[in-house]
């Protein structure tokens, strides 16, 4: 099949799961996990090959693609959108490690990965590779996968400080039970921790290679139409969680809005009330406003992708303030309709409750919070540098 084929037999098994991905919610949030059934769901409906490449019998698929498949995920939860987009981002980043170690990691095509991005691991050098000691906190998705890709610090000879990212299986690994949140408990993003594990050279690659997709020894280079850079790439999937969770509690609110009373008034519909109506069109303008945003960055990654090049300073800074801004339309979008939600609202069995928690929460993340991301665009704006070599 086509890439547009593909893409569009995986949206539609997505979206025929949704309603049971809401259902199993609750249990997800008791369980501070996503269950076992919503991962068999996303695996048969093929969400794990959307960013595998298909020599290794992946799909293969555009980032817009990607985009859309992930938020319907998150349409259906917040949480398992959130695991998804984390599994599925950190899979392309695979794809710029060495063909030796792309052909052990994509060996599953339906492959999970997890990821610790934050330095706080050191290696040494040794024969045949490095030791790895370390541990990662907020490692989304580390209880289903199959591997993790991790952050670390090298300390040459010269004391020269090195930062590689390195990958290993998660069997590997520990996991701590460590994660008691009120927002996103289902993402299960606890810690990580390596005690001495030896990782082949072949699975470790430079942090700043990658940032701009210079790794080498690999056969995927140059102008494949998938080379978009890794820190455009995360936070253009990163912002699907939050337009897909924007787009539930939307759609959520609106199906139940009609014929309710609002206690202690003579309003007998709330559909009716001029504050509810002002709410749902502020709400649906933001949604709308943050899928735009997000598909000028895309088109522009695509774009730049196919020629075989990276967007410029300007252009990086600019989509990470696009993105900030995406992702705070998104979550202004579901405190809206919060705003004008009765006190069922809250109640643990609504769907709703969890969808907004979710977002406020994944909203505090220090690589996808808009303030950041929106002092960085506002610096190139005003033509100073972006302060960051997070681009």
């Known amino acids: 099949m086509t890439n547009d084929q593909d893409a569009a037999a995986v949206l539609k098994a997505v979206r025929d799961i949704v309603p049971r991905l809401r259902e199993n919610g609750h249990k997800a949030e008791d369980a501070r996990w996503i269950p076992d059934e919503n991962v068999e769901l996303l695996d048969k409906a093929g969400v794990f090959q959307i960013a595998t490449p298909r020599r290794f019998g992946g799909l293969d698929l555009p980032l817009a693609d990607q985009f859309e498949i992930l938020a319907e995920v998150a349409r259906g939860c917040g949480s398992t959108g959130w695991v998804a987009m984390a599994w599925v981002s950190t899979a392309w980043l695979a794809t710029q490690y060495p063909d030796k170690a792309q052909e052990e990691i994509f060996a599953e095509p339906s492959v999970r990965i997890s990821g610790g991005f934050s330095p706080t691991g050191t290696v040494e050098r040794t024969e045949g590779g490095y030791n790895l000691n370390g541990t990662w906190r907020f490692n989304s998705g580390c209880r289903g996968a199959h591997w993790d890709l991790l952050g670390v610090t ?85 912002v699907a969680s939050y337009v897909g969770m924007a787009r539930a509690a939307y759609e959520l609110f609106v199906s139940k809005v009609g014929g309710k009373p609002i206690a202690y008034t003579p309003w007998e519909d709330q559909s009716e009330h001029p504050l509810t109506q002002l709410k749902v069109a502020l709400a649906a303008n933001k949604i709308a406003a943050a899928e735009a945003l ?78 950041s991301n929106l002092e960085v665009h506002g610096r190139v704006e005003l033509g100073l540098d972006p302060n960051t070599y997070l681009l």
């Open 154 to 238: 090298l300390e040459e000879s010269d004391g020269e400080h090195k930062e590689l990212y390195v990958i290993v299986p998660m069997s590997e690994l520990s996991i701590a039970d460590d994660w008691h949140v009120s927002a996103a408990a289902a993402t299960g993003s606890s810690s990580t921790t390596a005690n001495d594990v030896f990782v082949p050279a072949h699975r470790v690659i430079d942090a700043g290679d990658a940032l701009f997709g210079l790794t080498g020894d690999r056969s995927n280079t140059g102008a494949t139409g998938r080379n978009y850079g890794l820190i455009g790439f995360v936070m253009t999937e990163s």
């Open 294 to 371: 997000v598909a000028r960055w895309i088109t522009l990654l695509q774009q730049r992708a196919d020629a075989g090049e990276q967007p410029t300073v300007e252009e990086k800074a600019t989509g990470r303030g696009q993105c900030g801004y995406a992702i705070q339309l998104a979550k202004e979008a579901v405190e809206e309709l919060q705003s004008v939600s009765s006190g069922s609202a809250i109640m643990r069995n609504s769907p709703f409750q969890r969808f907004f928690r979710d977002i406020e929460g994944l909203a505090l993340h220090g690589m996808m919070t808009p303030n």
